[in-house]
Structures are given as structure tokens and as C-alpha cells.
């Protein structure tokens, strides 16, 4: 029986299993857990542990972010838009999964930064080159949160408490009948958050004369909830696998401001709804063929409402309307007279079928077949004062299809890997209805990639990989999402050359303690490449012709034997530029793409003290800090220097102390922990300003 420490690659804190009173171990029969298996392969991707993340109070978005080569970007507090980025692409250039589906369909439709940490064992984020069992579409990689796999009987719960009127809540559990391999288990959270930190802005007082005032947001609360029931069997001499799992989630938001934080709002929320079911079936069909299917379809409703008669100052004051100085007030905050209550739906149809046949020992053959299908209808229930039609009554519908085929060898005893495939991309779009334009495009494309990896030695190894990949537009980008990102059915697919090479070492059991060093290089050369321009209200995507981007991650873990001290960095240097010669943007060739950060990093440090306050207990200190150097907002040619809007320079210190009570099989945490002690100013998505110093309280435990 080998034993082997499971070793996250990235975060201190998720360095380790779950904490005990001695440095644990996981002993498995002969080989790796899936999370070091996946870290080991060929294919690009980097293992997060989120086991001692869900011990602590950061988001989702804030855990990934001390990932090298991640940035999360959000426009404020807990629920606010977020803002993913690998390797300098973003948002839907990264395809999001939880257990293999897409996220959306999955359940959350708020996005992965705001997916409740305690929800998910682990993340694997792929670099660049998406593997074929996804059957999905991607430009610069993907992100699959994997929940908790053990399929065995256990419970588990948080609660966490804190600043800006913060409530988090999530419950957990499963239960087995081994004789009969029947499962069940579900799932519960509950989010809350006022989001009234203070910021500063610019106050027009009744003069017309702006003056720098620092006020609390008052119109930005987050409500969320979600729950999920799950049945199955495993195991089974007719059923590897055979699950269903029905969720249904909402959340509800209020919309402080504009898009770069210059008029507060006092009325305007939106919210989405989402429920669905997803079946899963896995069966070895032959002695060495085996074959996985997945089905799931997702209804989501967006609801957005602006038909305040009223305007508001950034006190919450009425400025305008009836009872106030200007009178008579036109329904409509975000654009006067242009009031707004719709609603959309959207369906999502999709299915996945996976044939794994065996040539070999050391060779595989899978073959994928993914079509999806969405559409979406619409309803504004205040009719418009304008003859142009609007957007939203009409009936339209997105198909897509990835199909391939993926050939693995494990070679020289496993000591070279190699993962070779071809993929192939179709997409149809259709809008009708309403009095709109009919409109009916088609597109269809190829892809092709190969992934390496060649072991040196034992602990060090090194990947080389490159696809040519092609990335669908996304419901939203085309049809809009039904707040602040309008519709443009003119939208092309993605394409990217996407490139990855570089070395990872892992020391175990050194005289000097435990050692992981992992260092990449990446090169992106995107065409048609999909953005969101933002307007003075609202935002659009559109095709721009192409940007290229490269860079280099690197991130070092170092523990002591015991594990009672752990330190670690991460540090990311990208490039990523207009590429563009002609076209609307020919004019800006070689300007650096504007509003993402260039140069990142993160840095931490836990101390483990077993044995206190009482043999059973323990005690881990810890502390987390980020930096990111100061980018433009705009495009960096444009604008004389002295005017050119600029996100500054910013560092955060996040402290805490975490304490284990071992009472039997009930292992429970109390964690106090204090966000940017600073209170430093942050700025992220377009410049709008993020919360200061806040405290918060966090009790997790499991049994």
C-alpha cells in the first residue's frame, strides 16, 4: 500500500486534507487521487485544493485570483458582475464547469465567483487547451469545479457572519447503502449582503458644482439561494454510474450606479432564476470499451426593472421627480424617459456522449459528440414611446455542436504522455419575431491540438501543449443579458492559436521540508476576438480582429516537514495587445488591450500550533496578500498623459486565525478573519471602487 501527502500545487491554504492534530495522509492502493492524477497529466492544468478555503471567509473569486495566471475582477462587494481572467483572456473566452457541466446549466447563473467555496472540493483550471471530454468550445481555457466525489455518508455545514450586513450559509450531506450501492444527497445555501461600504465619488450639489464626497453605498444588496437533490446508484453490474440530480436557484440584485460609477441609481434591480435537472450514465459496454452519457436541460429567467419616476444623488436623496425642486420626473434612471420592466427566458438543451475504448494498457481512444441547444424569448411590459421595435420581444434561438476524437499514449513506463486531438465546431443562430429583422447565420470550423508531458526524474517533470481552438459566442453576448450588456446577433466566432510550456518540480519529504515550484510560459494569438466596449450607459461585445497575448506564471509552495509553517507566492507577468492592421481598430495596432492588469501577485503564510489550547485542538494563523501594478482604463495611445484614466497601483493584507475542536467524528472550525487591514482604496472592473477593511466570522463543520 503506498502512501501518499495530497499536495495542492498553488495555495497555502489549501495545502493539505482537512487539518488533524498530525500531518495527515491519504493511503490509496497504488495510485495518485484524481486532483494529483489530473496535476501530473499531460494536459495544461493547474489543481486548486479548496478544502482549507472553505475553513476561511474569502469568496470563490477572491480564492482562484491567488492562482498564478488568474485575475478576478469584480464592479464591488459579494454578488456584484466578476470579471475572470486566465492568461489575459477573459469572461467567456474561459468555459466554467461544475462536474463537467456547464456552469450555467449546472445551477449557478451568477457566475464562478460567487459559487459558495463550501460547495466545491477542489477547481482544475486548464490553460489554454480544453480537453476533449468537456465537449465544449473555449479560447483561452477552462475552469471545472469538482464537488465532493466520495459518494460516502457524511454532513457538513458554515455559517459566516460579518461586514456590509454579510450572511453566508450552505449545508451539505450524502448518504449510501453499500449493499445496494444506492446514494442520495443534496445540498442548501444562502446568501446575503447589504454591500453598503463606503466610497468616494463626486457629488453635483445644487449649483451644478462637483465636490469629492466619500458615502456608503445604499441601493446594492445581494440576496441569493439555492438548493439541490440528488439520487442515484453506483457500482452496479448494470450502471458504473446512474444519477440524477434537480436544482433550482435565484438571486436578486439592486444596481447601485452606472457602469463607471458616475450616476447613482436608487430603483433599479435585476435577478435571474434558474432550475433544471442533469442525468448522468456510465457503463463499460464491452471489456475495454466504455461509454458515458450526460443530459441536462436548464430553464433561466432574467428579469430587469428601471421605471423609476424619480433620480437620485449618491446621499439617496431624490433629485428629481414629483415633490422635488425639478418637478415632474420621466420614468427611467439609466436612460431618462427610457423606462424599462422586462423579462427573458432562455432554455438550454444539452447532451454529451463519451466513448472510451482501450486499444491497450497504455493507449486510449475517446470519442465526443456535445450539441447544444438555447432559446430565448422575451416580454417588456412598458411599451416603448419610440417605432423602433424592441430587442427583447422576439423569438431567438443558438445551436451548437462540438464533436472530436482524442488519442492518449502513456509511453516508457509513463514517463512520456501524449494526448493528441481533433475537434470540430459548428454554430447557427436565428432571431425572428416582434417586428425585428429575421436573421439566420451559420458557421462551422476545425480545431486540432496536442498536449505533453515528459517526467525528468521522479519529482520533476515538464509540459509542453498547443491547440488551435475555436470559442462559440455565448447566449449572452449575442442576445444580451438582460441588464447592462445589449444585443449584437452580428457576433463571429473566436479563433486562437494557444500555446503552453514550462517545468514543474515537487520535493516530498526534504530535509528542508516540501518544496513546489511551477513555473509557465504562455502565448495567445486570438483573431476576431470577442470584447465588451463599454458606452456611457451600457456595454456591447464586439468582434475586434485580433490581439495576441503572452506571459509568464510561476508559483512556489514551501512547508516545513510537519507542516507547521507553509509558505507561498505567485507571481504573473502577461502582454496582451491589438493586433489589428485595418479595420475600426487598425488604428490602435500594438496598443496594449485596455482595462486588465499587466503584472500580479499574490503571497501567504500559515502557522500550524497543534496541541492548542487543548491536545485535541488547534490553532493556524495565517495571512494573504495580493498586489496588482496600475493599468490604463482606456487604450493607451489615446488621451494626453496627464489625463488618461488610470487604475492605480494596489496592495491588500488579509489576516486571520482559524481554530479546529476534533470532538470524535465531528471536526469543527471557528475562523476570525480581517479583509484589507489597510482599508487601501481598491479598484477593479472599470475603475469602480471595491470594499474597505471589513471583519468576518465564519463556523464550518462536518461529520
Do not use: C
Not at 29 to 58: F, M, N
Not at 130 to 157: K, M, Q, W
Not at 190 to 215: C, M, S, W
Not at 392 to 418: H, I, P
Amino acid at each position: 500500500m503506498a502512501s501518499i501527502v495530497v499536495v495542492s500545487p498553488i495555495s497555502a491554504w489549501a495545502q493539505e486534507p482537512a487539518p488533524s492534530p498530525a500531518p495527515a495522509e491519504v493511503k490509496v492502493k497504488g495510485s495518485l487521487s484524481e486532483g494529483r492524477r489530473r496535476q501530473q497529466s499531460a494536459e495544461a492544468v493547474t489543481v486548486v485544493d479548496l478544502r482549507r478555503a472553505q475553513q476561511q471567509s474569502s469568496d470563490l473569486g477572491e480564492v482562484l485570483a491567488r492562482t498564478q495566471g488568474v485575475s478576478v475582477r469584480r464592479s464591488g462587494g459579494l454578488g456584484s458582475n466578476a470579471r475572470f481572467s486566465l492568461n489575459g483572456l477573459y469572461d467567456d473566452q474561459i468555459r466554467f464547469f461544475l462536474d463537467g457541466v456547464p456552469l450555467g446549466a449546472a445551477g449557478y447563473p451568477f457566475g464562478i465567483a460567487n459559487v459558495p467555496v463550501n460547495l466545491v472540493e477542489r477547481a482544475e483550471i486548464y490553460r489554454g487547451v480544453v480537453p476533449l471530454r468537456f465537449g465544449s468550445d473555449a479560447l483561452g481555457g477552462a475552469v471545472n469545479l469538482v464537488s465532493d466525489t466520495r459518494y460516502d455518508t457524511h454532513a457538513r455545514a458554515s455559517y459566516q457572519v460579518g461586514s456590509f450586513g454579510t450572511q453566508r450559509m450552505s449545508v451539505e450531506g450524502r448518504y449510501r447503502h453499500e449493499p445496494s450501492g444506492f446514494f442520495a444527497g443534496g445540498s442548501f445555501f444562502f446568501d446575503y449582503a447589504k454591500n453598503n461600504y463606503r466610497v468616494d465619488v463626486e457629488y453635483t450639489d445644487d449649483r451644478g458644482q462637483l465636490h469629492p464626497i466619500n458615502a456608503p453605498r445604499f441601493h446594492d444588496r445581494y440576496v441569493a439561494r439555492g438548493a439541490s437533490v440528488e439520487v442515484g446508484v453506483l457500482d452496479r453490474p448494470w450502471a458504473h454510474r446512474l444519477s440524477l440530480r434537480a436544482y433550482g436557484t435565484s438571486y436578486d440584485k439592486e444596481l447601485q450606479h452606472s457602469v463607471e460609477m458616475k450616476v447613482a441609481y436608487g430603483e433599479v434591480e435585476y435577478g435571474e432564476s434558474v432550475y433544471g435537472a442533469v442525468a448522468r450514465y456510465e457503463q463499460p459496454i464491452a471489456s475495454r470499451l466504455e461509454l458515458k452519457i450526460l443530459a441536462s436541460y436548464s430553464r433561466r429567467t432574467i428579469d430587469f426593472v428601471d421605471k423609476s419616476i424619480y433620480g437620485y444623488d449618491w446621499y439617496g436623496r431624490r433629485t428629481s421627480g414629483p415633490g422635488t425642486p425639478r418637478g415632474k420626473g420621466f420614468p427611467g434612471e439609466i436612460q431618462e424617459n427610457a423606462a424599462s420592466d422586462q423579462t427573458q427566458g432562455e432554455g438550454t438543451g444539452l447532451a454529451r456522449g463519451v466513448l472510451e475504448w482501450s486499444l491497450a494498457p497504455a493507449h486510449v481512444l475517446r470519442v465526443v459528440l456535445a450539441p447544444t441547444r438555447a432559446t430565448r424569448t422575451g416580454e417588456e411590459r412598458i411599451s416603448s414611446r419610440t417605432s423602433a421595435p424592441n430587442p427583447v420581444n422576439t423569438d431567438r434561438s443558438l445551436f451548437t455542436m462540438v464533436s472530436g476524437m482524442e488519442y492518449e499514449a502513456n509511453l516508457f513506463g509513463d514517463r512520456l504522455q501524449n494526448i493528441a486531438f481533433v475537434k470540430d465546431y459548428v454554430f447557427h443562430i436565428s432571431s425572428s419575431g416582434a417586428g425585428s429583422v429575421a436573421l439566420s447565420r451559420d458557421s462551422h470550423s476545425f480545431g486540432a491540438g496536442n498536449a505533453v508531458r515528459l517526467r525528468i526524474s521522479k519529482p520533476l517533470y515538464v509540459k509542453v501543449s498547443y491547440e488551435y481552438a475555436t470559442r462559440l459566442p455565448s447566449s449572452d453576448e449575442v442576445f444580451g443579458n438582460g441588464v447592462l450588456a445589449r444585443p449584437n446577433l452580428e457576433l463571429e466566432p473566436e479563433l486562437s492559436h494557444n500555446a503552453n510550456a514550462g517545468p514543474r518540480l515537487e520535493l516530498r519529504r526534504t530535509p528542508i521540508g516540501d518544496i513546489t515550484a511551477d513555473v509557465n510560459a504562455f502565448y495567445r494569438d486570438s483573431d476576431r476576438l470577442i470584447l465588451p466596449l463599454p458606452g456611457e450607459r451600457y456595454l456591447q461585445y464586439q468582434n475586434v480582429n485580433r490581439a495576441r497575448s503572452f506571459g509568464l506564471e510561476n508559483a512556489l509552495t514551501w512547508s516545513t516537514l510537519e507542516r507547521r509553517l507553509t509558505l507561498d507566492g505567485t507571481l504573473t507577468v502577461q502582454d496582451a495587445r491589438n493586433a489589428s492592421s485595418e479595420g475600426p481598430l487598425g488604428y490602435l495596432d500594438g496598443d496594449r488591450l485596455p482595462n486588465r492588469p499587466w503584472l500580479f501577485a499574490s503571497w501567504g503564510a500559515r502557522f500550524r500550533i497543534p496541541g492548542l489550547p487543548s491536545q485535541r485542538d488547534t490553532l493556524e494563523p495565517f495571512y494573504m496578500g495580493r498586489f496588482v501594478h496600475e493599468f490604463y482604463r482606456g487604450w493607451p495611445s489615446l488621451g494626453t498623459q496627464e489625463y488618461k484614466p488610470l487604475v492605480p497601483s494596489q496592495i491588500t493584507h488579509n489576516v486571520g486565525i482559524s481554530y479546529t475542536v476534533y470532538g470524535g467524528p465531528a471536526v469543527v472550525t471557528s475562523t476570525l478573519e480581517v479583509q484589507n487591514v489597510t482599508d487601501e482604496r481598491v479598484y477593479d472592473f472599470l475603475g469602480v471602487q471595491r470594499p474597505g477593511r471589513a471583519v468576518y466570522l465564519k463556523v464550518s463543520g462536518e461529520i
